[in-house]
């Protein structure tokens, strides 16, 4: 089974969809060709054994994966889940989500021999799918209970990873979250067609039966300060995320029907999950049958575009002011994007937002790409004259996340942050500038990706272990003297 046939196809079809088509697919899934045992066999037997694992060294996670594809070859999935699973919380999230092209998978030996790469996504999934089928998976049996309890901020993907290891040593671990659901950008952010929830929700199930204590609906800085959290736990781990959209100053931002990217997912992230949303349910924010435009060439507006074609929007354009090679999405996204429908508008820029009270469209203008800039890429540049208008009765905005300003929101003044607004650490001991309090995940390194999240908290929570024992240690050196 080729690379193409796994990835890109719905349960039932192999062909491409065409535009118009989408509409009649009744499970408009996200694009795995479920594996039955012979195929991850058959896939992962492919693995050369290569003895130099390039595929490894570029997993963030560093996860053993020669050895748990020899296993699935061998049959023996049991032990491949249990050794996938000592290195990765969450390995059946990674395999469907990671941008493999950018990680293990473009950096198998076979791929780099053009023989298409050994699909590891894809088994990783099949792997850890199973072992939650035959009950595999359980939850953490704790030797010896520790007093010492710790706080994280967070229930995304970096806090959860930090409080299953955490919990794992034996810590009393709470996690406090301003969303009414834990999973962070898991549950809300990430669309269903690539992410089902249910994945994310026996996850955060099985930490609960962990012992891990969940505060849902509390927010630090509105419903506690830090200071005040502090009191509380001998650890704090702050793990928020970036939720700060990146604005386009243009005339006409303020018109109605203009959104910004995790306005528009939440909503449909929502209605997935059941439940009620006004601004979904009264048509704002659902793109049936609307012409709709997403400016942004990540991998979120990636989403948008997807999701916008999956409520069967009438049309969704998305436009990007480079051209496609150099486009910061994965290459993978945008081809699922294109082969679903979606028209990309490439070199384009806003220029501004037609409308009266309602947004009606957009005028842009052509670019070109100018000479390198520091980053090393070339810059767009606008062609004079360029101007034309494009149709819209619904315009999101995907131009990326920054933090939001911690400092003021925790009303922790004193606690440092770099020049983008990211909390600074110790990068030995993760610790900010306040002691005790710890920081992972994208509100350290800037909007990232869950496999870093994960390895962050993973990090965080040796870190927190050692500097809990030491002030153990200290504790009954005082009491002894
Ligand atoms: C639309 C979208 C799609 C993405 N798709 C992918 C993908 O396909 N693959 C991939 O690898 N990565 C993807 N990412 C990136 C990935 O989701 C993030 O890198 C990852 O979730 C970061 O994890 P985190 O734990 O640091 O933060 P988050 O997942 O953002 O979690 C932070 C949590 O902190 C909570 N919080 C924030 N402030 C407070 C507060 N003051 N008090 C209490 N709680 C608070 C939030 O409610 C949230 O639950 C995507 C991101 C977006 C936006
Ligand atoms: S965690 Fe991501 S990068 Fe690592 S093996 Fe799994 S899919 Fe590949």
């Known amino acids: 089974m080729t690379k193409k046939m796994l990835q890109f196809v719905n349960l039932e079809q192999t062909t491409p969809y065409k535009r118009g088509e989408v509409e009649r697919k009744k499970d408009f899934h996200e694009i795995y060709k479920e594996f039955i045992s012979e195929k991850a066999q058959e896939q992962s037997s492919r693995c050369s054994q290569c003895g130099v694992p390039f595929c490894q060294v570029h997993c963030p996670l560093q996860n053993n994966i020669p050895d748990w594809l020899?296993?699935?070859?061998?049959?023996?999935?049991?032990?491949?889940?249990?050794?996938?699973?000592?290195?990765?919380?969450?390995?059946?999230?990674?395999?469907?989500?990671?941008?493999?092209?950018?990680?293990?998978?473009?950096?198998?030996?076979?791929?780099?021999?053009?023989?298409?790469?050994v699909t590891i996504g894809s088994i990783e999934k099949y792997i850890t799918d199973t072992a939650w089928e035959k009950n595999w998976v359980k939850p953490i049996k704790v030797k010896k209970e520790i007093s010492q309890s710790v706080g994280i901020i967070g229930a995304g993907p970096a806090g959860l990873a930090c409080a299953e290891e955490l919990r794992k040593f034996g810590y009393q671990v709470t996690i406090y979250d301003r969303h009414d659901r834990p999973g962070g950008l898991l549950i809300y952010g990430i669309p269903n067609f690539k992410l089902e929830k249910f994945v994310v929700e026996r996850r955060t199930k099985l930490l609960k039966k962990s012992g891990i204590k969940f505060i849902q609906n509390f927010e630090i800085g509105k419903d506690k300060s830090l200071y005040e959290l502090k009191k509380n736990h001998d650890a704090i781990l702050i793990a928020t995320g970036v939720y700060k959209p990146r604005e386009i100053d243009i005339p006409g931002n303020n018109l109605v029907n203009i959104f910004t990217a995790i306005v528009f997912l939440t909503a449909s992230n929502r209605k997935g999950l059941g439940d009620k949303v006004k601004l979904f349910d009264d048509g704002t924010l659902n793109t049936h049958n609307k012409d709709v435009i997403v400016i942004g060439g990540g991998d979120t507006a990636m989403d948008c575009v997807r999701t916008a074609i999956r409520q069967k929007a009438k049309s969704v354009k998305c436009i990007y002011r480079r051209d496609q090679e150099n486009m910061p999405g994965s290459a993978r996204e945008v081809a699922n994007a294109i082969e679903e429908g979606v028209e990309f508008i490439w070199l384009t820029n806003p220029k501004k937002f037609i409308g009266d009270k309602l947004v009606t469209g957009v005028q842009v203008n052509k670019m070109t790409l100018g000479s390198a800039d520091s980053s090393g890429r070339r810059k767009p540049e606008i062609q004079e004259n360029s101007e034309y208008n494009i149709k819209?009765?619904?315009?999101?905005?995907?131009?990326?996340?920054?933090?939001?300003?911690?400092?003021?929101?925790?009303?922790?003044?004193?606690?440092?942050?770099?020049?983008?607004?990211?909390?600074?650490?110790d990068l030995n001991t993760m610790q900010t500038n306040f002691e005790g309090v710890f920081a992972a995940g994208d509100i350290v390194r800037g909007a990232s990706l869950v496999v870093w999240a994960i390895k962050d908290g993973r990090d965080a929570a040796k870190e927190i272990q050692k500097y809990l024992k030491e002030k153990n240690n200290e504790k009954s050196k005082v009491k002894a003297a």
């Not at 905005?397 to 600074?424: C, H, M, Q, Y």
């Open 392 to 425: 819209a009765d619904i315009v999101i905005k995907s131009l990326g996340f920054d933090p939001e300003n911690l400092p003021e929101l925790f009303s922790a003044k004193e606690l440092l942050v770099s020049r983008w607004g990211t909390i600074k650490i």
């Open 70 to 117: 020899k296993l699935t070859a061998e049959g023996r999935l049991e032990e491949a889940y249990e050794l996938s699973q000592s290195t990765n919380n969450m390995p059946e999230i990674c395999g469907r989500i990671c941008p493999q092209d950018r990680l293990c998978e473009g950096n198998c030996v076979i791929e780099q021999s053009g023989h298409g790469t």
